[in-house]
T-cell receptor, first 110, second 111 residues
Framework: KQEVTQIPAALSVPEGENLVLNCSFTDSAIYNLQWFRQDPGKGLTSLLLIQSSQREQTSGRLNASLDKSSGRSTLYIAASQPGDSATYLCAVDSNYQLIWGAGTKLIIKP | DTAVSQTPKYLVTQMGNDKSIKCEQNLGHDTMYWYKQDSKKFLKIMFSYNNKELIINETVPNRFSPKSPDKAHLNLHINSLELGDSAVYFC??????????FGSGTRLTVV
């Protein structure tokens, strides 16, 4: 049974710092891995999609990596801004469904 | 705009009522889903439909019944609503290997 874990559960850093969010999964048989952002009381915004054959994807200040063999993905945020404050969710596409981590709540202090 | 749209955005209703949430996608995706986000913010799949056929039906009370009239629509009907049904319900769609797109969610409050 696929399980997804995200560490840390919460993170608070000063503006301008670079940071890394971690995601691990137990079964390497995945179609892809997707990172989402959720603002309080809002919906789910897709940030990056990494296909199972890919090692990383980049979008602006965000870079996500995928290592299927070790069951790990990282989301790197460069030069963090207060607007980056949100909950970041990692989800693994496995067997016709997304299996979710519990999220990392990120606070960027001005 | 290409998107997954679900209505209503908010739904407040009394225990015992029957309600429906509608979802439509214009992305041409083959598969649609309903996910539930509980008070602890954990997301869990409820149903998955591929080309109008049910392919996943997780352990969900049979008071919840999905209906897919065509592959662009997946509605969720809930009978005899209970307090514990209060949650945010997300509709989503996907295409093989293409990632998922989510609707903005329906916040259901049962009083």
């Amino acid at each position: 049974k696929q399980e997804v874990t995200q560490i840390p559960a919460a993170l608070s850093v000063p503006e301008g710092e670079n940071l890394v969010l971690n995601c691990s999964f137990t079964d390497s048989a995945i179609y892809n891995l997707q990172w989402f952002r959720q603002d309080p009381g809002k919906g789910l915004t897709s940030l990056l999609l990494i296909q199972s054959s890919q090692r990383e994807q980049t979008s602006g200040r965000l870079n996500a990596s995928l290592d299927k063999s070790s069951g790990r993905s990282t989301l790197y945020i460069a030069a963090s801004q207060p607007g980056d404050s949100a909950t970041y969710l990692c989800a693994v596409d496995s067997n016709y469904q997304l299996i979710w981590g519990a999220g990392t709540k990120l606070i960027i202090k001005p | 705009d290409t998107a997954v749209s679900q209505t209503p955005k908010y739904l407040v209703t009394q225990m015992g009522n029957d309600k429906s949430i509608k979802c439509e996608q214009n992305l041409g995706h083959d598969t649609m889903y309903w996910y539930k986000q509980d008070s602890k913010k954990f997301l869990k799949i409820m149903f998955s439909y591929n080309n109008k056929e049910l392919i996943i039906n997780e352990t969900v009370p049979n008071r919840f019944s999905p209906k897919s009239p065509d592959k662009a629509h997946l509605n969720l009907h809930i009978n005899s609503l209970e307090l514990g049904d209060s949650a945010v319900y997300f509709c989503a769609s996907s295409h093989l290997m293409g990632g998922y797109t989510f609707g903005s969610g329906t916040r259901l409050t049962v009083v």
